[in-house]
Every structure is written in structure tokens, then in C-alpha cells.
């Protein structure tokens, strides 16, 4: 019995107690929300009650502005994250493979990372304005260099045997890249993608900070001013639910896309 | 007639901020076509440079490597090479991975797959042609990685350390069938090995290998009749074989595991 107790480190439980305990922690969060607002602990223009969230939902369902907010806000995050993307896979696979590359882009990628996105919006507001093309800009930065480190990371280590291999079954080098190295790198850069995906979410609010007047980061501002912290909380919970939706869409599509793959 | 001719081949290593190692000295080595030679020595004594050398995915410091009158200058598909990591491409199929090197010739399709739809069968492995290599396991591997070599119809091929990786029973298994395989293809072969029961069970010729500096030390004859099987592991010529390359070893490792303990103290 010892090796399969709960507190054996690396040991596989049973579904249903794992499906056990993560009721629970959802259960005493909202035990607890429950018990601060209905038990009159906390005033509710400091934290809305269940039920608040829940009638200002439906409300902003009926009039269809929740689903304006969501779209603007995806239209942003989508955008801003695909864009980068589009750079960060190709260069980041080149960095990791090639030492003159790495040596070209590494001084901007350490130095860049360390900069705060809110830090950069004056400048963007004066070099591009105050349109979308800002707010995606935002979410662009902000996944961008990340992307570009993690999946150079990627890229670094295929194991250079796959390659020397390559070379002995007749690969020139342009084939090396294109038959192995970046097949092989396939899998790494879905689950990169996935964890970024999940950072462009977090910097919503930041892209929505300057002349939005749609999106969910918007509408969490404007209700801020208001403190109509139902409407508040109404935003986070549809941001996480969003966030939840793409990260289960990656998972599904690195199955669909690379079912040869062994771990994920 | 001797097909693959390596002479007086030095490669020096200078690692930043180490002393300079020799891994070979002054190395000269002669494969014959379609004999089945190999390399045993001590882990650290070059051999696994020296495959790579012949691969062309090194270049020595001084030397000559030479396969048929021609130099050898960067890999080819001449040169084929099984390696003791698992290096199939998991994102493709069996019969895709032997196919690999056929397709880059830019041989037709159905050409293609005759040829690794025939090697697939000759590492009896017909059935699995669909499968990934994740499907696989590591004996299986590593017939694939055979069979994806000789796919090219190379004109060596190098073999380093193959079934190191492999549990003992598989091992034995693996040698029975490479030799099959060879007996019925006859090819050169060059085959890299720490294990001196695989080195006198493959090979027509094994070179027993010293380490630090790397050379050939001695180079004996294998006269056990072909083809063999598992009972020739215990016969009595070949525990004669075995006990004149153990002693050769025997002193390698000592001499080895000093070198190692006084670059530790230096």
C-alpha cells in the first residue's frame, strides 16, 4: 500500500479521486466567494456575489455586447499572436541550429525580453496611433521574443545524430533543414505555441489600456471605474474560459496534426 | 583488393582551456570489398572518431582516407551508417524512414517502395510498414536504421556500436540477423563494437583498438566458418580468439583508467 498512497511522489492515483480533488479546490473557492459576499464579510461594490455575475452575464448575452467584446478581443489577441508566430517559428528554429544566427539575434531577444510591453506604448501610440494595429502590435511584443527564445530552445536540442544521419543517407544541408530539422522540431513548437498562446491572453488588458471601446480588457477598465466588480469578474471569468477554449483547441490540433509524436 | 584505405590518420581534439588530446595516431587500416571488419576497443579510444571520419562527418588533422582510389571528402550516401542512438525520423513511417534515402536520389515512388518493402522484409519486420517508430521497440529500431542504410545500396556500410543499447538476448538476436542479412547482400562492412564476443562472432577481421593515443594495436584473422550461429560463441576456437583479444584489452583498460585518474589529479 505504501507505493500507492496519495503521497508517494510520481505515483499515478485513480481517475475518480483525481476527479475528486479537483471539484474540491473549485468547490472551496466558491465556498469562499459565497461565504465573503453572502455572509456579509466583504461590501458588494468590493465583491460582487455569485448570483450579480451570473445576472450581469446574462444580461450582456441578451444584448449580444459580450460576444462584441469577445470578438474584438480575439480579433486582437488572434492577430497579434498568429503575426508573431509567422516570424517566431521559422527564426527561432534558425537560431537554434545556426550559430550566426543565434549570434545576429541574441543580443535583441535578451535585451528585449526584460521590457516591460506597457513600457513600450507611448512609443507605439506615437509610431502607429491608436488604432487596432496598436493593440495587436501589443500582443505581437509581448509573445514575440518569448516565442523566439523558447523555440530556439527547441531547435537546439534535436539531437545532432538525426542529423549526422541525414547527411549519411545522402541530405545535402538545405535538405538537412527542411527534411529533418524542422519536422523534428514540430512537436516542440506546439507545445511552445500553446504555453504562448496562453501569455498573449495574459496581456489582454494592456493592448485594451489606451482609446479601445470594445474588447473584454475594455470592458473590465470602463466597469473599474464604476467599481461594478460584477461586471468585473464577469470579464476574468470569460477570459479564462476563452483561454481555457484555445489551450484545449492546441491540444487537440498537436494530436490532429502530429499524431506520431510521442509525448504530450 | 582493398576497397577502403585509411593511412596515417592523426586527429588531434583541442578542447578551450584543456590540454590537446590525441584521439587517433598515425592510424593506418585496410577493408577489403565485402569483408566484414571490425573495431573493438575500450570506450574513449577513437573508434567511434574513426567511423565518423570514414562517414565524412569529420575531417582528421592529417591523413588520408581513401574508398576506392577515391578520397573521401563529407558524407555520402556511398557511405551508409547505422548508429547507436535511435535515429529514425519519428514523424515518418517504417517504410517512409527506409525509404528516406531512395526518395532523395529521386528514384520513382514505386521504385521506391520495392526497395523498402524488400529490406522491410529481410529485417522481418513485414507487417510493420505503417507503423511509427514510437510503435517500435528498440531492437526493431534498430533493423529499420539497418535496413534504411542499405536502402542507398551503399558501398560501405558503417556500423557504430549498433546494439549497445539493446538487452543482451536481443543483442544476440540482432547479430544472428545482420549476419544473415549480409550474407545474403555481401557487403562491406565496418562495424564498431566495445564488446569482443560480438567483435569475433561478426567479424572476418576484428582490430583491436588502444586508447590514448588511439591506434590500432593488433589485427587478427576470424577463421570461423561461415555462416555461424550461436553455438560457434562457445567453441573452442573461439575462446581462443577471445582470450588473445582479452589480454590486449585487459591491458588497454588499465592503461586507460590510469590516464584517466592522472588527467583527474593533474
Known amino acids: 500500500m505504501w507505493t500507492r498512497s496519495l503521497f508517494s511522489p510520481k505515483t499515478d492515483i485513480d481517475k475518480g479521486t483525481y476527479v475528486t480533488l479537483s471539484l474540491i479546490s473549485v468547490a472551496v473557492i466558491l465556498a469562499l466567494w459565497c461565504l465573503l459576499t453572502y455572509g456579509g464579510i466583504t461590501p458588494r461594490d468590493f465583491l460582487a456575489a455569485p448570483h450579480e455575475v451570473v445576472q450581469a452575464g446574462i444580461k450582456r448575452i441578451a444584448n449580444m455586447s459580450l460576444f462584441e467584446h469577445m470578438w474584438a478581443s480575439l480579433v486582437v489577441i488572434l492577430s497579434g499572436f498568429i503575426l508573431a508566430s509567422i516570424f517566431a517559428v521559422p527564426i527561432g528554429i534558425l537560431m537554434g541550429s545556426f550559430r550566426a544566427v543565434q549570434a545576429l539575434i541574441e543580443p535583441i531577444t535578451g535585451f528585449m525580453r526584460y521590457i516591460p510591453v506597457s513600457a513600450l506604448i507611448p512609443l507605439l501610440i506615437l509610431w502607429i496611433g491608436i488604432g487596432i494595429e496598436q493593440k495587436i502590435m501589443v500582443i505581437f511584443l509581448g509573445t514575440f521574443f518569448q516565442q523566439l527564445i523558447l523555440i530556439s530552445d527547441v531547435s537546439a536540442r534535436i539531437s545532432k545524430d538525426l542529423i549526422d544521419c541525414a547527411y549519411t543517407l545522402g541530405a545535402d544541408r538545405r535538405r538537412v533543414v527542411t527534411r529533418v530539422l524542422v519536422p523534428a522540431c514540430m512537436p516542440g513548437v506546439m507545445d511552445n505555441l500553446r504555453v504562448t498562446m496562453g501569455w498573449a491572453w495574459t496581456y489582454l488588458v494592456v493592448a485594451e489600456l489606451v482609446a479601445a471601446d470594445t474588447g473584454l480588457g475594455y470592458m473590465i477598465l470602463n466597469a473599474m471605474r464604476g467599481l461594478f466588480t460584477d461586471v468585473i469578474l464577469l470579464g476574468v471569468f470569460t477570459i479564462g474560459i476563452l483561454g481555457l477554449i484555445t489551450d484545449f483547441f492546441f491540444k487537440w490540433a498537436r494530436r490532429r496534426l502530429l499524431p506520431w509524436s510521442a509525448d504530450f | ?266
Open chain 2, 1 to 266: 583488393m582493398s576497397m577502403l584505405s585509411l593511412r596515417d590518420i592523426t586527429v588531434r581534439f583541442e578542447p578551450k582551456g584543456k590540454p590537446p588530446v590525441l584521439a587517433l595516431d598515425d592510424v593506418s587500416l585496410d577493408v577489403a570489398n565485402d569483408t566484414f571488419s571490425v573495431i573493438v576497443g575500450p570506450s574513449g579510444c577513437g573508434k567511434s572518431t574513426l567511423l565518423r571520419l570514414v562517414a565524412g562527418l569529420e575531417t582528421p588533422t592529417s591523413g588520408r582516407l581513401e574508398l576506392d582510389g577515391e578520397p573521401i571528402n563529407g558524407p555520402s550516401a556511398d557511405r551508409g551508417m547505422v548508429f547507436q542512438s535511435y535515429t529514425l525520423f519519428p514523424w515518418l513511417t517504417v517504410r517512409e524512414n527506409v525509404m528516406f534515402g531512395p526518395k532523395l536520389k529521386g528514384l520513382p515512388k514505386s521504385e521506391c517502395e520495392d526497395i523498402a518493402d524488400d529490406l522491410i522484409k529481410a529485417v522481418h519486420l513485414d507487417g510493420f510498414e505503417k507503423s511509427y517508430p514510437k510503435e517500435l521497440s528498440g531492437g526493431m529500431r534498430q533493423r529499420v536504421a539497418l535496413a534504411r542504410a542499405l536502402a542507398n545500396d551503399p558501398r560501405i556500410l558503417l556500423m557504430d556500436e549498433p546494439f549497445g543499447a539493446l538487452d543482451s538476448q536481443t543483442r544476440q538476436m540482432m547479430q544472428e540477423l545482420l549476419l544473415d542479412v549480409w550474407q545474403s547482400r555481401r557487403k562491406t562492412v565496418l562495424f564498431i563494437t566495445h564488446d569482443i564476443d560480438e567483435a569475433i562472432f561478426l567479424g572476418d577481421e576484428v582490430h583491436v583498438m588502444s586508447a590514448r593515443p588511439g591506434l590500432i594495436k593488433q589485427s587478427l584473422d576470424i577463421n570461423i566458418e561461415r555462416p555461424r550461429h550461436i553455438d560457434a560463441l562457445t567453441s573452442p576456437q573461439f575462446m581462443d580468439y577471445k582470450r588473445t583479444i582479452l589480454s590486449l584489452m585487459h591491458d588497454e583498460a588499465i592503461k586507460a583508467e590510469d590516464a584517466a585518474n592522472q588527467r583527474k589529479s593533474a
